[in-house]
């Protein structure tokens, strides 16, 4: 790496120091608490789907012999009880004999058919019968044990992001628990003397901490896991320890912000630059000072302190890896025209926050300043400038990122 990185190089290096986070061990976790999980192995249904036959409709359960001619002329039957979806094993259904049936009740031995209601009528004053207006063969409107899934049968595979629909097969399969890939496990650490807890008075100086609110969400966003956040002052022995604190609460990899400039209290820098980090820039803006190392073998990812830079930082470099490891898909990148001209930064990729306005064009939100958070809320996306160009007008295309 060299003193200047361009975006392309920092986030090849970042990879590499990430790359051993891919393979995940495992851990079973509750169905309902799987979602947004990745299936460890295959998934197993103990049970058949449906484990019963059971009817398709309301209607009436009915031999399809008895009913054959129904077409041509109704056939009355009398009404031998009635079937709810309910604990219990209906009576078996004698020959000649209809029973009224509700959708999902276990269809009783002897029926292999079941009219709808729509294509009967009552008969009898007492409803003590039915009138079957139209012929049903054997297996009509009925679920057979089985039909959808048998007792055995893989009925999720390997691999698979957990959705809702995979979440109700599972526990339609009667399963309570599921083996899913376990969560990159991330410690997010704000350094900084002046930052102090959201809603806290601020002093002279003081600012809040928005860093390790935004980085834990962006982390959560990607799918890891945020086993700790953290705030230290700029004191070299204390972000030592807080370090050691991370890699023992069992974080893979720390997140880190603030203190990796060239100036004086620059923590980060101070304590990871002896131990072999690269500390430097990269040709983008904002976001130019990055910083990467391995901490007792956890990769720790500095970003720049300026909350626009952290948050665009971890798009960049660390949010690929942990979408890819989650199974959620990338950021999209999308081409769009310019609503207005801009002047851009020779040497520098530029990430310009903007929104795409109601004519389907990208305008830019705010000024490039990486400390104008509210600009960056008010966004949908970045609007990439290349670092040989310098002008673009109104109207030409530039690939934006979705926020």
């Keep these: 790496m060299s003193a200047r990185s361009s975006v392309e190089e920092h986030a090849s290096f970042v990879r590499s120091l990430l790359s051993g986070l891919g393979a995940r061990p495992t851990e079973r976790v509750a169905v309902a608490d799987a979602l947004g999980r990745i299936t460890a192995s295959p ?29 041509d002329a109704p056939v009355t039957l009398p009404v031998a009880g009635e079937v709810a979806a ?11 004999t209809a029973v009224r049936i509700m959708t999902g009740a276990q269809v009783p031995e002897g029926a292999d058919a079941v009219v709808p209601v729509e294509e009967t009528e009552a008969a009898g004053a007492d409803g003590g019968a039915v009138r079957i207006l139209v012929a049903r063969a054997a297996g009509d409107y009925v679920r057979e044990a089985g039909s959808d899934l048998a007792a055995g049968d893989d009925v999720l595979p390997p691999g698979v992001k957990l959705g809702s629909r995979h979440l ?26 002046e930052l102090v807890e959201p809603g806290a008075e601020l002093g002279p100086g003081e600012i809040p901490d928005a860093n390790g609110v935004a980085l834990a969400a962006a982390v959560r966003a990607a799918g890891a896991l945020v086993v700790r956040e953290a705030r230290v002052r700029d004191d070299v022995d204390r972000l030592r320890a807080e370090l050691d604190a991370a890699r023992e609460a069992g974080a893979e990899l ?41 901490y007792r073998g956890m990769p720790v990812i500095g970003f720049p302190g ?14 690929p890896t942990l979408r890819a490891i989650a199974g959620r898909p990338a950021a999209s990148v999308v081409p769009l025209p310019l609503a207005e001209p801009l002047v851009s930064v020779a040497g520098r990729r530029q990430f310009l926050r903007g929104r795409r306005d109601e004519h389907g064009r990208a305008e830019v939100v705010g000024g490039p300043g990486s400390h104008l958070v509210a600009a960056l809320a ?22 934006t990122i979705a926020l």
């Design 378 to 399: 008010a966004s949908d996306l970045l609007i990439v400038v290349p670092e040989d160009v310098t002008e673009l007008a109104a109207g030409e295309v530039v690939q």
């Design 168 to 193: 109700a097969a599972a526990a339609a399969s009667g399963l309570t628990g599921l083996l899913v890939r376990e969560r990159v496990r991330v410690a997010v650490v704000s350094t900084g003397s």
């Design 306 to 319: 300026n909350p626009v830079s952290a948050q665009l930082s971890f798009e960049l470099f660390v949010a």
């Design 86 to 96: 309910a604990p219990g094993l209906p009576a078996a259904l004698a020959p000649g």
């Design 43 to 71: 998934v197993e249904s103990p049970i058949a789907l449906p484990p019963f036959r059971n009817s398709q409709m309301d209607g009436f359960a009915v031999r399809a012999s008895d009913v054959a001619s129904a077409t």
């Design 254 to 294: 720390v997140l880190t912000s603030g203190g990796i400039s060239k100036g004086a209290y620059e923590v980060v820098r101070e304590l990871l630059e002896p131990l072999g980090a690269w500390v430097g820039a990269v040709a983008m803006q904002p976001g130019g000072p990055q910083a990467a190392a391995a």
